[in-house]
Structures are given as structure tokens and as C-alpha cells.
């Protein structure tokens, strides 16, 4: 018997690296996912195949029962590694899965390029999650870490705001379908981000007034949430844009690379790579493409819409 579990991928509008001590962020699920495929098998394995959006295969190998129980690491493949850190970690919380079958053949498949950065590795904690029965935010800081807004993203199919509050996700369901959504677009700066390298930076360079901080981007986030014109929105995300270069003691993406570009620009998640967002009167692709970066895509074609 088949089984197949979905989950949609994530961007990070407001509160990165921030929302891992505590503040409000804004995040949007994406049209874009992941699928994951079970069927039931006769070898106490998991035969396992990754399928790109392209069709090609870009993780294809054999995990025996024994080395899930016991995490049998190899030091040259980080892939196999970073997979069978979750599964052991699954079946630490779900025993059952292997313990009652006799082998799976598993199968994902993305609906966006894995470099892409939309949550290939949070769509497949909670695909695991949702097969197994478990809670995909144990499992996700049980093996990889993280705020765990991406997982909230992988639940949810319309915008929302996610907070830590001791530790303990809390996710707000929100209205956010603005009337300008036609001049935000989503520009892909072609290299993919590391979050954990990402993350350890922030963890090491993050100033004592971090509570100052933090208050200040809730504000930003709740007035980028009820802004009513694209000129209050891109207010509000160009002083986003500021505090955080302030507290990274980094120049913005805007000013290090496109400080001739007519209007707005955000880095998204970790910056340096992966998406940008980008607020503009007019269709930026010409500006974009003229640069290199050929992936541009519209709010519209890119975000969930509330339903």
C-alpha cells in the first residue's frame, strides 16, 4: 500500500535569525513543496530515492534497520548522514516503524530546485513526521535545530506568525494578502545559503541589547502585517533591513550588491543567499536579469494564498 504526505516550503518576511530568541516573524508559506511516498517492503531497509524538480535523482541509497537504530555515521557522505541523523532520531520518538515492518521503498520528490533554499530538509522532517505520527518540532530539534518556523510553514497553508516563547512554538494564523502583492517579487541571488553556518554566526556576533532588538522588529513585523500601501510596507522593511545589518555588523544586501536598484530589497532567512525580496512600482526583471539573476518570481506565483 502507498502512502504519500505533502508539505510546503517557507520564507522567512521578517524576524530572521532574531526569531530564534524570541521574536514575532512573519513567514508565508510557498506554493512550492515537497512530496514523500511510502511503500511497504520485504527488507528490514529503506530503500531510498531523492527526485530533484528536473526529474533528477540527487540522493539515491540503501539505509539498513540496524544503522537507523544505532546512527552508524560515515564521515565522507553528509547527505546519508544528515538522513539517517533524522531517522534515527524518528525512530528514537516512534520505535514501531521499524520494529513491526519489514522495509520501506521511499521516494520525495520537490516541486522546486533543491538550491533553491525553500525547505528541503524542514518539508521532509515533517513528511517523516506526519508518516510516523510524531511531532515534526521534536524531531526537527532533536536532529537538525532551528526556530522551527519553517516546520509551522510546512503545516500551514496561509500566512502566520510564529513566536518561541520558552522554547515552545507558538503559531498565529494571519491575514496577509495585500492589495500591492503585484509589485513584491522574489529574486533567487543563483547559491544556495548554509542556516546552520548562518545561524552560528548570528549565535556568535548577536549584541547584549538583544531585548531591545527584539522589540523593535516585533514592531516592524506588526507594521509590515497591517501596512496599507506598498510605500508603508517598504518603509517598514527598509528599517527591517537597517536594525538587523546594525546587529549582524553587516551592510545590506541592497547596498552591497544593487545600490543603483529603484526600490526595495530584503534578504530573506540567512543572508548572502537564497531569495531576496524585492518591492518595486515597476517590474524589476530587466534590472535583475541584466545582472545575472535570471529567477524572479512574482508574489502571486510564489506565496500561498489565505483560504
Not at 46 to 74: A, M, P, R, V
Not at 152 to 163: E, R, T
Not at 245 to 270: C, Q, R, W
Request: charged fraction near 20%.
Amino acid at each position: 500500500m502507498k502512502k504519500t504526505f505533502y508539505s510546503n516550503g517557507k520564507l522567512l518576511i521578517t524576524g530572521e535569525y532574531l526569531v530564534l530568541d524570541g521574536a514575532k516573524a512573519l513567514a508565508l508559506p510557498t506554493k512550492f513543496g515537497q512530496n514523500l511516498i511510502v511503500e511497504e517492503f520485504s527488507e528490514e531497509e529503506l530503500q531510498w530515492k531523492s527526485y530533484d524538480l528536473d526529474g533528477t535523482i540527487w540522493f539515491d541509497d540503501t539505509i539498513l534497520f540496524s544503522e537507523i537504530k544505532k546512527e552508524e555515521i560515515n564521515k565522507n557522505e553528509s547527505v546519508r548522514n544528515t538522513l539517517l541523523k533524522i531517522l534515527h532520531e524518528a525512530y528514537l520518538l516512534n520505535p514501531d516503524f521499524i520494529t513491526v515492518s519489514k522495509g520501506y521503498k521511499i521516494t520525495t520528490e520537490l516541486s522546486f530546485p533543491r538550491n533553491w533554499g525553500l525547505g528541503t530538509s524542514s518539508t521532509l522532517i515533517n513528511n517523516i513526521a506526519q508518516w510516523l505520527e510524531i511531532d515534526a518540532f521534536t524531531l526537527l530539534n532533536n536532529s537538525f535545530g532551528g526556530s522551527g518556523y519553517d516546520i509551522a510553514c510546512a503545516q500551514n497553508n496561509s500566512p502566520i506568525i510564529y513566536q518561541l516563547d520558552n522554547g515552545k512554538p507558538h503559531v498565529k494564523k494571519v491575514e496577509f494578502n495585500p492589495e500591492y502583492k503585484s509589485n513584491i517579487y522574489f529574486v533567487y541571488l543563483n547559491k544556495k545559503q548554509s542556516s546552520k553556518s548562518a545561524i552560528a554566526t548570528y549565535h556568535k556576533n548577536k549584541k547584549k541589547n538583544l531585548a531591545a532588538t527584539i522589540a523593535k522588529i516585533d514592531l516592524i513585523t506588526q507594521k509590515v502585517l497591517v501596512a496599507s500601501s506598498i510605500q508603508s510596507f517598504a518603509t517598514a522593511v527598509e528599517k527591517h533591513e537597517f536594525a538587523m545589518s546594525v546587529m549582524l555588523e553587516t551592510l545590506t544586501v541592497k547596498n552591497t550588491l544593487y545600490p543603483d536598484f529603484h526600490g526595495t530589497i530584503k534578504s530573506l532567512g540567512a543572508w548572502g543567499g537564497d531569495f531576496v525580496m524585492v518591492v518595486s512600482t515597476e517590474n524589476p526583471s530587466d534590472y535583475f536579469i541584466a545582472k545575472g539573476y535570471n529567477t524572479i518570481i512574482p508574489y502571486a506565483q510564489m506565496i500561498l494564498q489565505n483560504h
